[in-house]
């Protein structure tokens, strides 16, 4: 396992910074398909109660509600001030649920808990109990220390008393998102958020017990430059925050309309955005924190450095979480489940999943069921990307292959990358090197046999 911290070589970041998938899944979601329906997702959780030993389950709740857009954003949101929305959309939440509960069996625990976005907060905390309570009457709360019950927060829009009643109903971790306390840059993206507000957010979920705060920022937005993203970071570390995410921002207006409001000569260059990245690892490393992979670090202590050093971290449509061995379930419009060897998405449009549950369906509406070169790919990609290696000997034992037969071609893909030394192959272990551990999803790629003819455009750039 690599813990040692990525060696930043901007000409090398630069030669290999092309589209690619973020493999929060293999396959990626660009696969999914209408054939894996609701009876699939129902078969699925069938037979995940069939398991000796049960799978402790994962739990997603997505809140797609914003009360305005952040202009770089590229998520699944919707644009309101109407607070009625909130009360609808969790009635319909609590149908979801109910509906899906009685198709799990009762004695698997919840390790892990999850409310994305959107703005989760958009909701009143009152709202998020409600969802609570539904959850865990039908579910079984586990009781372990270890149990990860986490929630994104938007620090604009939630006050001291606000996250005492979040930490009530048993809420233990947090993320904020802050982006950059730079006005220039707040200006550009519409996000005006004071460091006051976000650092009050920040030690009231301390005082509150939560054992875990992750910060977001991102890297490449318009109007940013060496001085004042310097600046931001130097506040942030002040604040000691266990996690970071630092996220490049990926400007693809075609996609997204909200991005439309931004000017590209806005952006900084290619180089300028090289630069940024650069300096947010020699700061976080100075501070003392670890590079877990991608865009994230943690302090040594953190529970997220502690999985990666017992193997038992693990990448998902939340990004990097602590719980390996559990069940996804997701609820809310647009959130994808894993269960078993599928993976299934709800309706993506508000009116199509409120419709589907309406109708006295569950709303999932396309997936995909993996098959045995799925699930193999899908170990060594996982692998990669939360440990920087991939165990040569165990894989071949579990998937009963020979690594340089099965995956000759693959190899021959990585070539280029093994001849820059951003990663290592012998007869027992991949490894990306120092040099290519921001390179992460390049060397997946190479083993992803659904980019063999295709440019992968519908990605984001590596870097």
Known sequence: MITSAPRFDAELLRR??????????????????????????????????EDPIPRPLSLYSHVPFCFSPCFYCGCNRVITR????AAVYVEHLNQEISRTAPLVDRDREVIQLHFGGGTPNFLEPSQIGEIIRCLFNRFLPSLSAKRDFSIELDPRTIDADGIAELASYGLNRASLGVQDFDPEVQEAINRRQSIEQTESVLQACRQNGMRSINIDLIYGLPKQTEAGFGTTLDRVIEQRPDRLAIYSYAHLPQLFKAQRQIQSEDLPSPDAKLALLGLAIDKLGAAGYRYIGMDHFALPEDELAKAQDN?????????????????????????????GKLYSQNQRDLPNWQQALDSGHLPAFRGIELDKDDLLRADLIQQLMCH????????EQLHEIRFSHYFAESIERLQPL?????AQLDCNYLRATERGRLLLRNIAMCFDRYLKHEEPRQFSKAI
């Open 311 to 339: 193997r038992q971290l693990h990448r998902n449509f939340m990004g990097y979480t602590t719980h390996a061995q559990s069940d996804l379930i997701g609820f809310g419009v647009s959130s994808i489940s894993h269960v």
């Open 82 to 85: 109407d607070k009625q929305r």
């Open 388 to 395: 920087g290696e991939v165990d040569i000997a165990a894989l």
């Open 16 to 49: 290999y910074d092309r589209p690619g998938p973020r493999y929060t899944s293999y396959p990626t979601a660009p696969q999914f398909t209408s054939l894996y329906g609701e009876a699939a997702f129902r078969q699925a959780l069938s037979r995940s109660n």
């Open 418 to 422: 093994l001849d820059d030394n951003l």
